[in-house]
């Protein structure tokens, strides 16, 4: 039989620390000491009923919330990686493709919150055969503890495992040639041309800013990237390649650009303005492009898959 904390009971008022475990754990901490300069043996039950309520905060509060922001980490991810392979290929037929990898340094911590996440019912979350590896649940629980504890934390001027789920990975970029790796955008950055450096950017700049959209959950408004100076430096496919992974993101490019590019925003814009000034009069001319201008502007890039 499952026991809950009766706080009235036992003369707790609890009132908003039921719905935020940080307040909660200063609660707790200062119960048990306060239990401890008493005389314990006589609160056992009520101590009892306390873990419990904790374990069970401990759940709803972090390892659930925590898990299903993975996993939908992981699900967004790899729905990128599906996109980018529709896209043409990029310069020296390259493609992207997103990748995160557990640090080392939150391993234990990270599977204690998995396991927590999807723990049945009724178990025994700080038992050490929920986890057969050997691995003391404790020792979690004291990194949980003190990274609760952090000032820089609790101020919000450092990012924790407790507040962003992303601090459980490390992020890259693969550089896949005919279908293998050949190199990670972290060893690239340093070396290589200016287009090598700026291509995974737009790729990346792209999934931010489709994620802050809510994008890939359905969300509303126009959706709008501007781009200065945009795709500056890259040559023609790879411009067309990121711009054909922006769009399908559902992003709308408005870009400016100097006039010596204009065939290349040419193979991708819909609609191009060119602006000139004599003295003080400005001159706009709009241009309106159709499909068949596209084909023909990209039909002089053998790799590129035609629209």
Not at 49 to 68: G, V
Not at 225 to 233: K, N, Q, R, T, V
Request: aromatic share 10%.
């Amino acid at each position: 039989m499952t026991t809950t904390l009766d706080h009235h009971r036992h003369n707790a008022t609890l009132g908003e620390l039921r719905d935020d475990w940080e307040k909660a754990l200063v609660w707790s901490r200062d119960e048990a000491q306060w239990l401890q300069e008493t005389d314990l043996v006589r609160y056992a039950e009520q101590a009892e009923d306390a873990l419990k309520a904790a374990r069970e905060s401990f759940k709803r509060d972090i390892a659930f919330k925590l898990q299903d922001q993975m996993k939908k980490m992981e699900s967004n991810l790899r729905q990128l990686n599906r996109l980018l392979e529709t896209c043409p290929p990029f310069s020296q037929n390259e493609r992207y493709a997103f990748t995160w990898e557990s640090r080392e340094q939150h391993r234990g911590l990270r599977q204690f919150i998995e396991r927590a996440g999807r723990d049945e019912e009724g178990a025994d979350l700080f038992s050490l055969d929920l986890y057969g590896d050997g691995q003391s649940p404790s020792d979690a629980m004291a990194e949980l503890e003190a990274l609760a504890q952090d000032p820089s934390i609790a101020a919000g001027s450092a990012p924790s495992v407790l507040t962003d789920y992303r601090e459980f990975y490390s992020f890259d970029l693969n550089i896949k040639q005919d279908g293998r790796v050949v190199d990670k955008l972290s060893n690239r950055t340093g070396s290589g041309s200016g287009g090598e450096h700026r291509t995974p950017f737009y790729v990346i700049a792209g999934a931010a800013l489709a994620s802050a959209y809510q994008l890939e959950d359905g969300g509303g408004g126009a959706g709008l990237m501007l781009l200065d100076e945009a795709f500056y430096s890259m040559d023609e496919q790879n411009a067309l390649a990121a711009a054909r992974f922006l769009n399908t993101l559902g992003l709308q490019l408005l870009m400016a650009g100097p006039g010596t590019d204009e065939s290349k925003l040419a193979t991708f814009s819909e609609t191009l303005y060119e602006i000139g000034r004599f003295d003080f009069d400005i001159y706009l001319e709009r241009i309106h492009l159709k499909d068949a201008a596209h084909k023909l502007l990209i039909s002089d890039m053998p790799s590129c898959v035609k629209p």
